[in-house]
């Protein structure tokens, strides 16, 4: 079974500086890795599939970059409405599996 | 307009068996490609991918779970009903459905199931 590691567990951050999130599965998943926010409350908005495509609507300042194993979501200039926490998540061929990472809280410097 | 909205008992004993179900819009579970997943969030924890059901009617499930657990859909309805045996306190999560074969793009508001005697 894949495992996806986050770090940090917790990024402060000020707001308009740069936010680097890192995530590490046990094993490749190729390019098989999506990246969601998820603010108190709501359900998980996708933010980043397939490594680094940005869904429908997400601003630029998010990107995400990375295959195999170790991956990256860089918020580059950030707002006051990116402070949550973010999720990695990993999709596996065969069998069809899904994992999440344990989350990256990003909180206010 | 996709939507999915989840719904079941708020409250479940423990060892009973949870069904929930997620009624969906916008999309058909029929077309090749269509995947509805359950994901679970205990209070303050990560999110945990439970199931997922295919367009062919194809079911995974976690590996740590799959003994207690059941996905099923109805195309005409549009829902999908996800099963869980033997419940436990700690199977305390918001349960939500969600759209997708590789990443999830739409997800349900989530419904609170809360496992107390």
């Known amino acids: 079974e894949i495992v996806m590691t986050q770090s940090p567990a917790t990024l402060s951050v000020s707001p308009g500086e740069r936010a680097t999130l890192s995530c590490r599965a046990s094993?490749?998943?190729?390019?098989?890795l999506a990246w969601y926010q998820q603010k108190p409350g709501q359900a998980p908005r996708l933010l980043i599939y397939?490594?680094?495509t940005r869904a429908t609507g997400i601003p630029a300042r998010f990107s995400g970059s990375g295959s195999g194993t170790e991956f990256t979501l860089t918020i580059s200039s950030l707002q006051s409405e990116d402070f949550a926490v973010y999720y990695c998540?990993?999709?596996?061929?065969?069998?069809?599996?899904?994992?999440f990472g344990g989350g990256t809280k990003v909180e206010i410097k | 307009q996709v939507t999915l909205r989840e719904s079941g008992p708020a409250l479940v004993k423990p060892t009973q068996t949870l069904t929930l179900t997620c009624t969906f819009s916008?999309?058909?579970?029929?077309?090749?490609?269509?995947?509805v997943s359950w994901i679970r969030q205990p209070p303050g924890k990560a999110l945990e991918w439970l199931a997922l059901?295919?367009?062919?009617?194809?079911?995974y499930y976690s590996t740590s779970l799959k003994t207690r657990l059941t996905i099923s859909k109805d195309t005409s309805k549009n829902q999908v009903v996800l099963t869980m045996t033997n419940m436990d306190p700690v199977d305390t999560a918001t349960y939500y459905c969600?759209?997708?074969?590789?990443?999830?793009?739409?997800w349900g508001q989530g419904t609170l199931v809360t496992v107390s005697s």
């Open positions: 969600a759209r997708g074969l590789y990443s999830l793009d739409y």
């Open positions: 916008g999309f058909s579970l029929s077309t090749s490609g269509m995947c």
């Open positions: 059901i295919d367009w062919d009617d194809d079911k």
């Open positions: 094993q490749s998943v190729s390019s098989n």
């Open positions: 998540q990993q999709y596996n061929n065969w069998p069809r599996t899904l994992t």
């Open positions: 397939g490594a680094s």
